[in-house]
C-alpha cells in the first residue's frame, strides 16, 4: 500500500500561471515531510522540511504548507526555470528512512 | 567542490557481470544512504549505514552488498547483474540523529544510470 501518493503526475504551466501540488501521505506518526526538486539527470535537490499540521515554509516562488493528511506545494507566478519533477518525501521512523512519492513533472512554457 | 559524487556516472553491462558503484561526502555526515530510482522515477531506499554500522537494509536481492569502510565512503557492489537491475542509482548522506529531523535532510549525488543488457 502506497503510503505517499503525488498529484497531478505531470502538470504544464504557462509562465505566470500559478498552480499547487498535492502530496498525501497515511504514514501514523509522522516525524517529518521533505519537498526536493529533481532536475533531468541529477539527484534530488533538498528545498523544504515540514514537521507539525499548520507548518508553511517559503522560498522564492515557492510556498509548502502542510495538514495532517497531506502537504501542498503552491508554484507562485512560475518561471520556466521552474521546470522539474518534485518530489515529496516522508519520514516515519527514528532513522533516516524516507519513502518517496513518485513525483510531479512540472514544466513551464514562456 | 561536489559535496556527494558517485562514480561512474554511467555504467553499462552484460547480464551475469559484477559492478561496482564508488560515493564519496564531503559533508562530514555520518550517514549515507543507497536508493533506486526506476524507470517509472519511484526513488526506494536499499540501504543506509551509519557511522559504518549497517542500519537501513531493505528488502534487496542479496546479490546487492553494501560496504563502507569509513563514514565518508558507501559502495555498492552487484552480484550476477539482471537486466531487472538497470535504473539509476542514487547516493545520499546526512548528518543524521534519531531525535532531530531537522538533520536529516538528505543531499543527494548525481546518480549512476546503470544498463544490463
Known amino acids: 500500500e502506497d503510503q505517499v501518493t503525488q498529484s497531478p503526475e505531470a502538470l504544464r504551466l504557462q509562465e505566470g500561471e500559478s498552480s499547487s501540488l498535492n502530496c498525501s501521505y497515511t504514514?501514523?506518526?509522522?516525524?517529518?515531510l521533505f519537498w526536493y526538486r529533481q532536475d533531468p539527470g541529477k539527484g534530488p535537490e533538498f528545498l523544504f522540511t515540514l514537521y507539525s499540521a499548520g507548518e508553511e515554509k517559503e522560498k522564492e516562488r515557492l510556498k509548502a504548507t502542510l495538514t495532517k493528511k497531506e502537504s501542498f506545494l503552491h508554484i507562485t507566478a512560475p518561471k520556466p526555470e521552474d521546470s522539474a519533477t518534485y518530489l515529496c518525501?516522508?519520514?516515519?521512523?527514528?532513522?533516516?528512512?524516507?519513502?518517496f512519492g513518485a513525483g510531479t513533472q512540472v514544466v513551464v512554457t514562456p | 567542490d561536489t559535496a556527494v559524487s558517485q562514480t561512474p556516472k554511467y555504467l553499462v553491462t552484460q547480464m551475469g557481470n559484477d559492478k561496482s558503484i564508488k560515493c564519496e561526502q564531503n559533508l562530514g555526515h555520518d550517514t549515507m544512504y543507497w536508493y533506486k530510482q526506476d524507470s517509472k522515477k519511484f526513488l526506494k531506499i536499499m540501504f543506509s549505514?551509519?557511522?559504518?554500522?549497517?542500519?537501513i537494509n531493505e528488502t534487496v536481492p542479496n546479490r546487492f552488498s553494501p560496504k563502507s569502510p569509513d563514514k565518508a565512503h558507501l559502495n555498492l557492489h552487484i552480484n550476477s547483474l539482471e537486466l531487472g537491475d538497470s535504473a539509476v542509482y542514487f547516493c545520499?548522506?546526512?548528518?543524521?540523529?534519531?531525535?532531530?529531523?531537522?538533520?536529516?535532510?538528505?543531499?543527494f549525488g548525481a546518480g549512476t544510470r546503470l544498463s544490463v543488457l
Open positions: 504514514v501514523s506518526g509522522l516525524r517529518g
Open positions: 549505514y551509519n557511522n559504518k554500522e549497517l542500519i
Open positions: 545520499a548522506s546526512s548528518q543524521d540523529h534519531p531525535l532531530a529531523v531537522a538533520k536529516n535532510i538528505q543531499y
Open positions: 518525501a516522508v519520514q516515519e521512523g527514528s532513522w533516516g528512512k524516507l519513502q
